[in-house]
């Protein structure tokens, strides 16, 4: 990024002067990268401010092209920037929650007994945000292909995770977050099969479908990011397997900890924990050691509530205060994993001591 926007300048990609040309050309060039990484083509790929706004865009875009059509179908594991629209549109339109199992995953099942001809959109996440579980994103896509139903796919957690084929997905629209894949933060991508109605009008940025200046610092990070991950990705998922894989091998001796999720059924960079005691002491201490690490969602983290995703499990109120989760990323080392379970192995072991003592 640095090169590039000394090299170029901070060109507007709207404007006709070189500068200006040399800015649209770095866009084309990330959308280019970013298509090759979601195996797509770059025509419908939008720009936007990341998945949240992709989200939200796609929710209420599909909404009101399907007025007549007035079922809105997701489950309580979609991230909120997808179930608060919905719950907004809740007042003309109903919306439906799909089951969910004790292991975090969406129940397809719960689609046949609801009527397809009524469905104005279903949602379903590539995989749940807080446990890492993976979900049915691509059979739910073949199913609403059959039946004209638009799927929206959230593919935040997913991208560069796994390789992709989106035009052959079945899918109608998905979203994605760039400081995800280690591009900056406040840039991300609404794919969609057809145009969908803009959330954001006035210039004609983004052939029509997103008003407003480009962020260029933030598509370049994106584009850069995707190429690399289309040379590299296989290697770096093979190294988050191993190191998931050492990971939950380390956990698996800290006694009281329980997974959430079978290791083959989520993410290999999340680990998701039910400890032996509320998580807010443990993640606080692991903080002053410099781990960190996440209770629930880090959206909803500082927020008093229980996890919607937790509950959906079935999980109570006061297990869901009791989550821990863990995430690799590209900057994790081996070394680190041991360390880390050392550390919280003796916090878990000292504050069990101090509850022994007190009672
Ligand atoms: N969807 C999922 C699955 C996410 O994990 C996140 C962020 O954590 C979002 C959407 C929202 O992304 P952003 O906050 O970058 O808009």
Redesign the pocket.
């Known amino acids: 990024m640095e090169r590039w926007l000394s090299e170029d300048g901070w060109g507007n990609a709207s404007s006709v002067h070189a500068t200006g040309r040399k800015a649209q050309e770095r866009i084309e060039a990330a959308r280019d990268g970013v298509a090759r990484l979601l195996g797509t083509r770059p025509g419908r790929i939008s720009f936007v401010s990341?998945?949240?706004?992709a989200?939200n865009a796609a929710v209420a875009a599909w909404a009101v092209r399907n007025r007549a059509r007035p079922m809105l179908v997701a489950s309580r594991l979609e991230?909120p920037?997808v179930q608060e629209p919905m719950l907004r549109l809740a007042a003309a339109q109903s919306v439906e929650w799909l089951p969910v199992t004790s292991q975090g995953r969406v129940d397809l099942d719960g689609l046949e007994t609801l009527p397809s001809e009524h469905m104005g959109m279903l949602a379903v996440?590539a995989a749940n945000?807080e446990t890492g579980a993976l979900q049915p994103w691509r059979e739910a896509c073949a199913w609403g292909a059959e039946r004209s139903v638009p799927v929206h796919a959230?593919l935040?957690?997913v991208v560069g995770k796994m390789a992709l084929s989106l035009d052959g997905s079945g899918a109608a629209s998905a979203s994605l977050?760039g400081?995800k894949l280690g591009a900056l933060?406040g840039i991300?991508v609404l794919w969609s099969r057809e145009d969908l109605a803009p959330m954001t009008v006035g210039g004609a940025q983004e052939r029509g479908r997103r008003a407003g200046t480009e962020n260029l610092a933030g598509i370049v990070t994106l584009g850069a990011v995707a190429d690399w991950l289309v040379r590299h990705g296989a290697e770096e998922q093979a190294r988050t397997q191993r190191l998931g894989a050492r990971l939950r091998e380390l956990l698996g001796s800290v006694p009281g900890i329980a997974f959430s999720v079978p290791q083959d059924k989520a993410l290999a960079g999340t680990v998701h924990l039910r400890l032996p005691t509320d998580a807010e002491p443990v993640l606080i201490r692991l903080d002053m050691q410099s781990v960190c690490a996440s209770m629930g969602s880090?959206?909803s983290a500082g927020v008093a509530k229980p996890s919607r995703t937790l509950l959906a499990m079935g999980w109570t109120e006061r297990e869901s205060r009791s989550a821990l989760r863990l995430s690799l990323g590209w900057s994790t080392e081996e070394g680190e994993l041991s360390e880390m379970t050392r550390i919280l192995g003796q916090i878990l072991s000292n504050l069990a001591g101090a509850a022994r003592t007190s009672e």
């Not at 990341?50 to 706004?53: D, I, K, R």
């Open positions: 990341g998945a949240t706004e989200n991230h920037s996440m945000n959230d935040t957690q977050s400081h933060a991300g880090a959206c």
